[in-house]
């Protein structure tokens, strides 16, 4: 009867633990839901403000956080509640012998602060390292093709080492004194156990207690001390999931959600910057300063200026990437900052100078990975004069073009990139030297394009190099040390020096500036 009785307890035990693992997945799983809806659109924004700030590993650190909570991290917490019941009754059996279980575990507690204090340093050290060294294998491997060619394996391999080093020696320390805390509490732990039991003998013998008793105060302590021995054992992965947790809140303290922003009426494209300065990320080191000048609705601008003059920061200001320090930018009269960002996006069309495709379909980049219209996609890429060319590809726009398009060609994935930003025709469209990899199929269609965008009225702003695309701009800026030189027409530009220097001292001083910037092609 005894034995049935065991056996169904042993079976609702069974029954239990497996109705607490199935609801740790559940609440992993609701976790991870809540936490990935926010996550990332914060990582984008952390990584915009500091490039190098490695915000992009916090999406690794949800599964930290989950696979501690989910696993036998947190039920060795959850047991742990249980400790105190069983000294109890330990000390219901004896006071001797609940002092033998109580001293036990109190020593067996101190030994899992002490592995933590001598460790957390060295853990943490090891989790930098190895963050680092990820983040610059990451980089550098983007980037395969010049180390290959170039024979830069073993340099760069040895810089990686040298990260891979630091986590393993901190790592290394950090197991030894974990291994050396653990290998003392099992001894402390065993050394209790013949305690308990010898107590209990001697108990017996002495008739304070039954044979029975020490047996059942054996196993008592044994429950008692588990989940205390266990969480030493547990303790590095507490201490990552802990971290893991305390990188992502500061995530969330420093990147504050989007507030929630009314929508405005679609724009008509008039640009208006006042007064605005940026900063390099993090410093105080200004890139553009004090930039003044408006572009009305409909009209064409281009951006000269010689190679790191600006021209790139303006155009990344302008789309809202580049954070203002000072001053303003305003489109339809309204700051970036007030405009509901996604409904601003779907406005801007932008391309930037290393156009950056993702992995997916050529439909699927034209069309920013939303749910499209066949037909919009098919407009974009004709408008970009790219249509012909998708055709010929085995799959047409259903080809894959793997990680930042790298099975196209580079004039290839500027077209691509031209009908991306020209999808769901935005009423302003920036595009940053969309003309550098083009042969002379792929200038005319951009030239088109252009042209088809003025007639409809779109607001277009274009820095450029070559002078084949101020034929058909309106207005040309002209940048210089990260500021405006000169806003001028295409005409007044392209003059002879000579024959501006007289008439006008403004466009004289433009003028050296502008023969240096503008490549006669
Ligand atoms: N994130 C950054 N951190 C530090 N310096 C930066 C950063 N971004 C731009 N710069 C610096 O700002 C200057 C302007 O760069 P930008 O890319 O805007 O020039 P550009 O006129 O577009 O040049 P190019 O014609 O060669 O593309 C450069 O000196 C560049 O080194």
Redesign the pocket.
């Known amino acids: 009867m005894i034995s049935l009785i065991a056996l169904a307890m042993l079976m609702v035990y069974g029954i239990m633990e497996f109705v607490r693992s199935r609801m740790l997945v559940r609440a992993g799983l609701q976790f991870d839901d809540v936490l990935t809806n926010t996550i990332f659109p914060r990582v984008v924004k952390a990584r915009l403000a500091n ?1 190098n700030g490695g915000a992009e590993y916090i999406l690794s650190d949800i599964d930290k956080v989950r696979e501690f909570l989910t696993g036998q991290g947190i039920l060795t917490f959850f047991d742990a509640l249980w400790v105190p019941l069983f000294l109890v009754i330990c000390y219901l059996f004896h006071p001797w012998l609940g002092a033998i279980a109580a001293g036990g575990a109190i020593v067996i507690f101190v030994l899992a602060f002490l592995n933590d204090f001598t460790t957390k340093k060295q853990l943490q050290e090891a989790n930098n390292a190895v963050q680092s060294a990820n983040q610059f294998a990451g980089a550098v491997l983007q980037n395969a093709e010049v180390i290959k060619s170039m024979g830069m394996e073993k340099p760069l391999g040895e810089r990686w080492q040298d990260r891979h080093a630091t986590m393993l020696t901190a790592q290394a320390g950090a197991s030894d004194k974990a291994g050396a805390v653990m290998a003392f509490s099992k001894f402390i732990r065993m050394a209790l156990q013949s305690a308990i039991l010898g107590m209990g003998a001697y108990l017996a013998l002495q008739q304070q207690v039954s044979p029975g008793v020490m047996i059942a105060a054996s196993i008592m302590m044994g429950r008692a001390l588990s989940p205390v021995e266990q969480s030493v054992a547990q303790w590095k992965q507490f201490v990552a999931a802990r971290q893991a947790s305390q990188r992502m809140k500061r995530l969330f303290d420093s990147v504050p959600a989007d507030l929630e922003r009314t929508e405005l009426p679609k724009p008509v494209g008039e640009i208006s910057v006042e007064q605005f300065t940026t900063l ?2 993090g410093t105080r ?1 200004p ?1 553009l300063k004090g930039i003044n000048f408006q572009v009305p609705a409909g009209q064409t601008l281009a951006v000269v ?10 155009l ?1 200001s302008l789309v809202g990437v580049q954070p203002a320090a000072n001053g303003t930018i305003r489109i339809d009269g309204a700051e970036l900052s007030q405009w509901n960002a996604e409904q601003l996006g779907q406005h801007l069309g932008y391309l930037p ?1 290393d156009v950056k495709l993702f992995a997916g379909t050529i439909a699927e980049n034209i069309s920013r990975f939303r749910d499209a219209d066949s037909d919009d996609v098919v407009r974009a890429a004709k408008m970009a004069g790219v249509h012909e060319m998708i055709l010929h590809l085995k799959d047409g726009y259903e080809t894959q073009i793997g990680d930042n398009g790298h099975q196209l060609s580079g004039g290839q994935r500027q077209r691509v990139g031209l009908a991306r930003a020209l999808f769901g025709l935005p009423q302003i469209v920036i595009l ?2 969309p003309n550098s990899n083009l042969d002379n199929d792929g200038e005319a269609a951009l030239t088109d394009a252009i042209r088809s965008l003025k007639e409809i009225g779109i607001t277009v702003i274009v ?1 450029t ?1 070559k002078t084949n695309l101020l034929a058909v701009c309106d207005k040309v800026l002209v ?1 210089q040390d ?1 500021a405006v030189r000169a806003l001028t027409t295409p005409r007044e530009l392209l003059k002879p020096a000579e024959s501006v220097a007289p008439k006008n001292p403004a466009k004289a001083a433009a003028a050296p500036v502008v023969n240096n910037v503008v490549n006669v092609q």
Do not use: F, N, Y
């Open positions: 490039p390099v990320p080191t890139l200026g010689p190679s790191g003059s600006g021209k790139s920061t303006l990344r100078q940053d030297e820095a190099h940048m990260g």
